[in-house]
């Protein structure tokens, strides 16, 4: 995606057309998409994610081998006011729904019906590159890079590298700092539909049926001790 801004004050329409990508690619972009993406030098588009950063409009997360960039709090909606929203949804659905685990995750399932996923540049070439192979591990992987484009709520949610067992065929991931896991099941049905989420990617990509199971959850009294494994099993 090129957009391009015209340029009656450069300083203010570099800072401009740098935000306007990444917030049109809140999957994540690094500083190579948005120069490719604006047609800018990388040394340029460097200077204006730094002015950025500074101003709290943007923030970086290390994924893989790549630093993305993403919208902070002033570049949308407030996403506290999103989060409470759904948060708020889903501790009601579990109050009146409870044991409710496994229709929440054909929701998950469901939902890539209507949920139109962003990649950026890198998470898209990554996928281009392992697309069709058959190789089970590559995916276990990469997946872990690009599981923020589905997952727009928690863009700093960390996920540990894939437990891989012996038959290369099942993975186990663990999910941590999540805004659903503070000492509370009221959120827990997020990971259920997260799960049904993973089993459409995975079968999509693979090309294979695939089962995902939420195998454990560990409330902690913060969100930086609670976790969540939730495991990719290959039929």
Known sequence: MKIRISKKNPNKDYETETLEYIRHNPGGVTITDIATGT??????????????E????????????????????EGYFPKEITTSYYKAILAGLKKHFPDKEEIFKQIGREALQYIDFSFGP????????????????LY???FKNFYTSYDLLQPTIEISDPEIDETGMSAIYRFS????????????????????????IFTREIGHPVECFVEEIH???????????ISVNIK
Do not use: W
């Open 122 to 137: 890198t998470i898209k070439r990554q996928m281009k590159v392992i697309k069709g192979s058959p190789i089970i591990k």
């Open 140 to 142: 276990f992987e990469v």
């Open 54 to 73: 500074n101003k709290n409009k943007i923030f970086r997360k290390k994924i893989g081998a790549y630093h993305l960039y993403f919208v902070g709090k």
């Open 219 to 229: 409330l902690a009294d913060n969100k930086k001790d609670s976790y969540v494994k």
């Open 177 to 200: 700092d999540s805004e659903f896991l503070e000492n509370s099941e009221e959120f827990i049905y997020h990971f259920y539909m997260a799960a049904g989420i993973m089993e459409v």
């Open 39 to 52: 047609e800018h030098s990388r040394n340029t588009i460097a200077k204006y994610v730094s002015i950025l």
